[in-house]
C-alpha cells in the first residue's frame, strides 16, 4: 500500500481533563492557558522547519485537537480537516467522569495491562477496534501532493505509529511509549521504501515550560 513520504503526527496540547482530575479519552474539554501557550509553540517550531511550503492539515474532532489544530491553521494558512477516526480511544460510559469516579466504578480495570479483546468501559472500544480505526485513517492518506500533518490524541498516535511499522494489534499489549502533549513525531518511506520513525516524542520546543519532562526530570 502506497503512504506519503513523509507525515507529521503530533499529540494535542494540555487539556483541561488534563488539570480537573477527569478521564481522557472520548471527555470533550478545551485547552488550558498553558496549552494555547504549547500550542503557539508547536506551530512556530514547525513553521520554522517547514517553511513556505504547503501541509494538509488534519484533526481529530475533539475539542482539545481542534483549538490545537487552530494554531498550527494560523501558522501555516491551512484549512484543518477534522475527522473523527483520529479521536482518542473511545473510554465509552467512563467519558465525562473523573478519575476517582471511574475507579470507583470499575476499579479492576486501572493499574493493569488491557489485552487487545478487552472492552474496559460499557460502550468502549477494544483496542483491536481502535486499531482498526485510527489505521484507516492513515491508510486512506494519498501518497501524492503536500505532506500531512495529524493532530491528535496520545493513544492515537501511538496506535498510528505501529500502523506505520505494520505491527500488528496483538504486539501493542506489552509495549508503548511516551506521547507528551504537542509531543511531535515523524514518519518517512526512506530512499529504500521502507517505513521509518524520523523523529519520536519531540517536545524540545517546550523546553524551560512549566510542566517540561528533562532527563533531569526522568531521573527523580
Not at 513553521?47 to 489544530?69: N, Q
Amino acid at each position: 500500500m502506497d503512504v506519503p513520504p513523509l507525515v507529521i503526527v503530533v499529540r494535542h496540547a494540555q487539556s483541561e481533563h488534563h488539570v480537573r482530575g477527569l478521564t481522557g479519552g472520548w471527555t470533550d474539554t478545551p485547552l488550558t492557558p498553558l496549552g494555547h501557550e504549547q500550542a503557539r509553540r508547536l506551530a512556530a517550531r514547525l513553521r520554522a522547519e517547514l517553511g513556505d511550503g504547503p501541509i494538509r492539515l488534519y484533526t481529530s474532532d475533539l475539542i482539545r485537537a481542534r483549538e490545537t489544530a487552530e494554531h498550527l491553521a494560523a501558522a501555516f494558512g491551512a484549512e484543518p480537516i477534522a475527522d473523527e477516526r483520529l479521536r482518542e480511544h473511545n473510554n465509552g460510559e467512563a467519558a465525562d467522569l473523573t478519575l476517582a469516579e471511574a475507579r470507583a466504578r470499575w476499579p479492576d480495570v486501572f493499574g493493569v495491562a488491557w489485552p487487545i479483546d478487552f472492552r474496559p468501559f460499557p460502550g468502549a472500544e477494544t483496542g483491536r477496534e481502535f486499531y482498526a480505526r485510527a489505521g484507516a485513517f492513515l491508510d486512506g492518506l494519498p501518497a501524492e501532493g503536500p505532506p500531512p500533518l495529524l493532530v491528535t490524541h496520545g493513544n492515537t498516535l501511538i496506535t498510528l505509529v505501529a500502523r506505520w511499522l505494520r505491527l500488528t494489534p496483538e504486539a501493542l499489549e506489552p509495549i508503548g511509549f511516551s506521547a507528551h502533549p504537542t509531543g511531535i513525531t515523524v514518519l518517512v518511506r526512506d530512499r529504500f521504501g521502507a517505513r521509518v520513525v524520523e523523529r519520536l516524542n519531540d517536545v524540545a520546543h517546550l523546553a524551560g515550560m512549566e510542566g517540561w519532562v528533562g532527563l533531569g526530570e526522568l531521573l527523580h
